[in-house]
């Protein structure tokens, strides 16, 4: 026995001096020194310079609070230059996180002017133009982008002007960081070293007119709905795309979270709930559109309900393979599809 309780004692003291050794100043300044050097020194993404069309979805989400998804964003990188589709929130923060290069955003384009989708310009106007971007940044949409853009660049003008007071203005230069409006109409809004993006108008009354986005770059091309309910011209933009992204919605899960609501005494909620499926796009319906259109991939994004586990995402799809059986993903944060030029890969990853 009293050889037991001199192993105990000597293994609690040695317990002790490793707790303290780990836990005194210097270490932990030495431990918080290690960490902070490796992690900065982390490499960036590769996200542009490629000879490739890629995706980066920088949110997933909706207006539905969701601590696993970003409101709405998807980055298209395309040769040299990086573009926003939207900009919810928490995209910048995301960004940020998985350290994509942000001077290299050479434009945002907004589908429309719900707030999911609006949330975060005046951060990405921010976090671009501290990252480096050193010209104003272009934010394409329909007709009301200027009076959109013109109340996020009056709401951040304080916010630069200490910036660069702080900083000088060789650093944060105030004529580059303003957001420029450019209301576009349907059509092709851009058209430069290779890359074309093409506007095209959806159905998602009464937010009107509602536009998705088609990107074409060295024989690869991208598709993004935007918010829609189910629209011919959608499948008309996406007709032998490589990708299409589009919003989903759930009508049977949608429908039991109202019940639900109006069973626990929240008959706001419940009808707000009611009221959204119309105009949007059941994940059935997206698909049969994909394959209309001859898409060779179709990935949901703008989940709508959240989607927390494995059982909600096969609810979520439910139906959707009969349709389809092969070509559909689910999007995440943090998810990179890759379409090399010149081949027909689709290659994915998630960054870390
Ligand atoms: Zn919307
Ligand atoms: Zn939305």
């Known amino acids: 026995m009293k050889r037991l309780a001199v192993i105990a004692s000597l293994v609690a003291a040695v317990?002790?001096?490793?707790?303290?050794?780990l836990t005194a100043?210097?270490?932990e300044a030495w431990l918080f020194r290690t960490i902070a050097f490796r992690e900065t020194a982390r490499p960036q993404p590769v996200l542009a310079g490629n000879d490739e069309l890629a995706v980066l979805f920088c949110g997933?989400?909706?207006?539905?609070?969701?601590?696993?998804?970003?409101?709405p964003c998807t980055m298209i990188a395309a040769g040299d230059g990086l573009y926003l589709v939207d900009a919810g929130i928490d995209s910048a923060r995301n960004l940020m996180l998985w350290r994509v290069p942000l001077e290299k955003v050479q434009g945002v384009l907004v589908t429309h002017f719900h707030s999911d989708h609006i949330g975060e310009l005046g951060e990405i106007r921010l976090q671009t133009w501290v990252a480096g971007r050193n010209r104003p940044l272009a934010v394409y949409g329909p007709p009301g982008v200027d009076q959109v853009v013109g109340g996020?660049?009056?709401a951040y003008a304080l916010d630069a002007s200490y910036r660069t007071k702080h900083h000088g203005a060789d650093m944060l230069p105030p004529d580059a960081v303003a957001m420029v409006p450019h209301a576009v109409q349907p059509g092709v809004i851009l058209?430069?070293?290779?890359l074309k993006i093409t506007a095209f108008k959806v159905r998602h009354e009464p937010a009107n007119p509602a536009y998705g986005y088609r990107f074409d770059y060295k024989g690869r091309s991208i598709v993004v709905s935007g918010?829609?309910?189910?629209?011919?011209?959608?499948?008309r933009a996406a007709t032998q795309a490589d990708l299409l992204v589009h919003e989903g919605l759930s009508p049977e899960m949608v429908g039991v979270m109202g019940d639900a609501l109006q069973a626990a005494g929240h008959p706001r909620q419940a009808k707000i709930f009611h009221d959204i499926p119309p105009y949007h796009t059941a994940p059935v319906d997206a698909a049969k559109e994909a394959n209309r259109a001859h898409v060779r991939l179709l990935v949901f994004t703008h989940l709508i309900p959240m989607l927390p586990n494995g059982f909600a995402e096969d609810l979520f799809l439910r139906g959707v393979s009969d349709v389809r059986p092969s070509g559909v993903e689910l999007a995440h944060d943090g998810l990179v599809i890759r379409l090399p030029a010149g081949s027909e890969q689709i290659n994915a990853i998630t960054l870390p």
């Open 15 to 21: 317990i002790a001096a490793g707790w303290f050794a």
């Open 152 to 154: 996020f660049n009056q």
């Open 25 to 27: 100043p210097p270490v």
């Open 191 to 194: 058209d430069d070293r290779g």
């Open 227 to 235: 918010d829609t309910a189910p629209d011919d011209a959608v499948v």
């Open 60 to 71: 997933t989400g909706s207006p539905l609070p969701d601590k696993a998804r970003g409101g």
